[in-house]
């Protein structure tokens, strides 16, 4: 079943009472048991849900893995993975990192005696430097948010295997229309599932992917145990924005392609990070790994004055000021402000976060309409 057949078939069928297409809303916490442990394989809906169950399933084929299992938020299902480790156990991580992982790790599970390193990971030997024998994971981003740098998966999980240590990529930029870590070699995928497979701001969620059955009984009992799961309506949202992702993917691609070149080669505008440049340091492995290179942008401008930033960024019409990405409407933020302002400044700048840094998520809007508000918002610095 190629990709485009997935997205609205995998993992669903017509509901068996009814004959419904749509998968419906089981709006239930509880269900019958003819005796005590005789059921139709759901108990409680903490632990299973029909309507998630299908969303998991769905998730799960996308990525070509074989288990799915989804939480309230993004971080929910980076914290259900983080608690695989235990106290002395240390994590590898990029140093341009999404901010909400970083305070998740290091003001959470640092406090519970895990250790965190922050390495460039575009830089394989750092990686193999930073392992020791504590080293239980290794957590990737790529595209890394809001640097848009591109981490090698396969190269990184030949070092992780030579290290039995696991590997966990966050997909959420990419989504499994660009690429599939588990195919590269990735122990875990995990999703911001809020941002591209919703791909309609409306719903908060976060996905995990395996294909290990081991490690999927781990997961499985932390996500019963701890109770983060999300609701059958969000579910029920999350399914219905997946049969589009294909064709939203395909447009984001495209648009961000133009709006990228367009800042390039912009009078006022300084530095473009987009990996679909040749210019870009890893352009050759986003190229092997990647079927695109997806809609998000990340630019300075000239003179690297945040003033101008913000400037530039509330002077939008077309694009909205706002947090997250990945809806069919096109967001800008400012990273060193918003999404990652847990980081401390000196850190965020070490990787590039500068004060005059603005990120987009271009959306499917017509693209002309795009380059005039880019366009129009540039003309006042």
């Not at 089981?26 to 139709?40: A, D, I, L, R, V």
């Not at 908060?204 to 932390?222: F, N, S, T, V």
């Not at 912009?266 to 695109?292: C, I, L, T």
Request: aromatic content about 8%.
């Amino acid at each position: 079943m190629r990709f485009g057949t997935k997205v609205i078939h995998a993992g669903l069928s017509p509901d068996p009472t009814t004959g419904a297409v749509m998968t419906p809303i089981y709006q239930t916490s509880t269900y019958h048991q003819k005796s005590p442990g005789e059921h139709k394989g759901f108990q409680y809906s903490r632990t299973g849900n029909p309507t998630r169950k299908a969303l998991e399933d769905n998730l799960a084929a996308l990525e070509n893995g074989k288990y799915g299992f989804c939480f309230g938020s993004g971080l929910a299902a980076i914290d259900a993975v983080l608690k695989l480790l235990k106290a002395g156990d240390e994590v590898i991580s990029t140093n341009d990192l999404y901010g909400g992982s970083y305070r998740l790790f290091t003001t959470i599970y640092e406090s519970f005696g895990i250790k965190f390193k922050f390495v460039p990971m575009n830089n394989v030997k750092a990686i193999e430097e930073a392992i020791t024998p504590q080293t239980k994971l290794i957590w990737v981003e790529t595209p890394t948010n809001p640097m848009i740098n591109i981490i090698d998966i396969a190269t990184v999980s030949s070092v992780a295997k030579t290290n039995n240590v696991l590997l966990a990529v966050d997909n959420t930029f990419a989504t499994p229309y660009l690429q599939n870590p588990l195919d590269l070699g990735a122990n875990i995928v995990m999703h911001s599932i809020t941002k591209y497979l919703g791909g309609h701001s409306d719903v908060l969620m976060g996905g995990l992917i395996c294909k290990d059955e081991a490690l999927a009984k781990r997961l499985h009992h932390i996500q019963n145990s701890s109770g983060a799961v999300c609701g059958p309506q969000d579910s029920f949202l999350v399914l219905r924005g997946i049969k589009t992702l294909h064709l939203r993917m395909q447009r984001h691609c495209e648009n961000g392609k133009v709006v990228a070149h367009y800042l390039k080669n912009h009078a006022k505008v300084d530095k473009v990070y987009w990996p679909g440049f040749e210019s870009h340091p890893n352009h050759e492995v986003a190229k092997k790994q990647m079927r695109g290179f997806g809609g998000m942008i990340s630019f300075t401008i000239k003179g690297d004055r945040k003033e101008d930033a913000f400037k530039v960024m509330s002077a939008f019409k077309v694009f909205t000021l706002a947090e997250s990405l990945g809806g069919v409407e096109s967001l800008t933020c400012h990273p060193a402000t918003m999404t990652h302002g847990a980081i401390p400044k000196e850190e965020r700048e070490k990787s590039g976060i500068v004060d005059s840094l603005i990120r987009l998520s271009v959306g499917i809007e017509d693209v002309r309409d795009l380059q005039e508000d880019v366009e129009a918002a540039l003309k006042l610095v």
